[in-house]
């Protein structure tokens, strides 16, 4: 846990990110979230797209569990109960008054979402600060931020990152798809994140498998040595790039 805070640490450095990385964890037991130190719970109704604010922003640790009064729809994809038909078609009710022109288009989107698999609770902390082991890592910042994060994951090792977007609930874009797949995932937050979670307009998520902090780190090291770094320099459109196509690409543009 200690090397992972600190990797976390100088990952947000480096990109200079304004917010902190999130660590979150599905729990199997609600007992659970008593072995972890810190732990808030949430005593007034909220949705799920609130949490991630309070800990990237106020770095709270934040312990949710079934019995919490919590959005009924959100723990169907976080991590707290399963669907059911009956759930799936009570949301593709209602979405189809708001998001989706017919209940059928809002079951499709019902049947497409990336759920976590149920636990008794889950918790959520700053990475820098959390005391349980993570299993995703979630990272909001600029899309600048964003690119030069997943260019670092490619310098180390390369590969096709996918992007998807299900609408409204894009939380499951991002962490549901990562848990589900293993792999990054790539969102844009949602009008609920953004009018309940406070996510800014140039703002955009990615969630991370755990285990690919240290990658991602050491591809930006290797970039930034390279002369691609953030911030990203700007010249302009009426000056010669060759100066700067010098630098990262010697051999072509001396």
Same mark, same amino acid.
């Given at each position: 846990?200690e090397k992972?805070?600190?990797l976390?640490?100088?990952?947000?450095?480096?990109?200079r990110?304004r917010?902190?990385?999130?660590?979150?964890r599905?729990? &199997?037991?609600?007992?659970?979230?008593?072995?972890?130190?810190?732990?808030r719970?949430?005593?007034h109704?909220?949705?799920f797209?609130?949490i991630?604010f309070?800990?990237r922003v106020?770095?709270?640790?934040? $312990?949710?569990?079934t019995?919490?009064?919590?959005?009924?729809?959100?723990t169907?994809?976080?991590?707290l109960r399963p669907?059911?038909e009956?759930?799936?078609?009570?949301? =593709? &009710?209602r979405?189809?008054?708001?998001?989706?022109g017919?209940?059928?288009?809002a079951?499709?989107?019902?049947?497409e %979402?990336?759920?976590?698999?149920?636990g008794? /609770?889950?918790?959520?902390?700053?990475l820098?600060k959390?005391k349980f082991?993570?299993?995703?890592?979630?990272? %909001?910042?600029?899309? /600048?931020?964003?690119?030069?994060?997943?260019?670092?994951?490619?310098?180390?090792? %390369?590969?096709? #990152?996918?992007?998807? #977007?299900?609408g409204?609930?894009?939380?499951s874009?991002?962490?549901?798809?990562?848990y589900?797949s293993?792999?990054?995932?790539?969102?844009?937050?949602?009008y609920?994140?953004r009018s309940? $979670?406070?996510?800014?307009?140039?703002?955009?998520?990615?969630?991370?498998?755990a285990?690919?902090?240290?990658? =991602?780190?050491?591809?930006l090291?290797?970039?930034?040595? /390279?002369g691609?770094r953030f911030?990203?320099?700007?010249i302009g459109?009426?000056l010669?790039?060759?100066?700067?196509?010098?630098?990262s690409?010697?051999k072509t543009?001396?």
């Amino acid at each position: 846990m200690e090397k992972s805070a600190e990797l976390g640490a100088k990952l947000e450095e480096m990109l200079r990110l304004r917010t902190r990385i999130i660590a979150y964890r599905r729990l &199997e037991k609600a007992e659970e979230l008593d072995t972890i130190k810190g732990v808030r719970r949430m005593e007034h109704f909220f949705t799920f797209c609130q949490i991630p604010f309070l800990v990237r922003v106020n770095e709270f640790t934040v $312990g949710i569990t079934t019995e919490d009064d919590i959005n009924d729809r959100c723990t169907r994809l976080c991590g707290l109960r399963p669907p059911t038909e009956e759930s799936k078609d009570g949301e =593709a &009710e209602r979405l189809s008054t708001s998001w989706f022109g017919t209940k059928e288009e809002a079951l499709l989107q019902q049947e497409e %979402y990336p759920r976590i698999p149920p636990g008794e /609770a889950i918790v959520l902390a700053p990475l820098i600060k959390m005391k349980f082991t993570p299993e995703v890592l979630l990272i %909001y910042g600029t899309p /600048a931020q964003i690119m030069m994060l997943m260019c670092g994951l490619q310098k180390e090792k %390369y590969e096709k #990152f996918w992007f998807s #977007f299900i609408g409204e609930g894009a939380c499951s874009d991002s962490l549901g798809r990562c848990y589900v797949s293993g792999k990054p995932a790539l969102s844009i937050p949602c009008y609920g994140e953004r009018s309940m $979670g406070s996510v800014a307009d140039d703002e955009i998520a990615i969630a991370l498998p755990a285990a690919e902090l240290e990658r =991602a780190l050491s591809g930006l090291k290797k970039l930034h040595q /390279a002369g691609l770094r953030f911030p990203i320099g700007n010249i302009g459109p009426r000056l010669s790039p060759k100066p700067i196509l010098a630098v990262s690409y010697p051999k072509t543009h001396s």
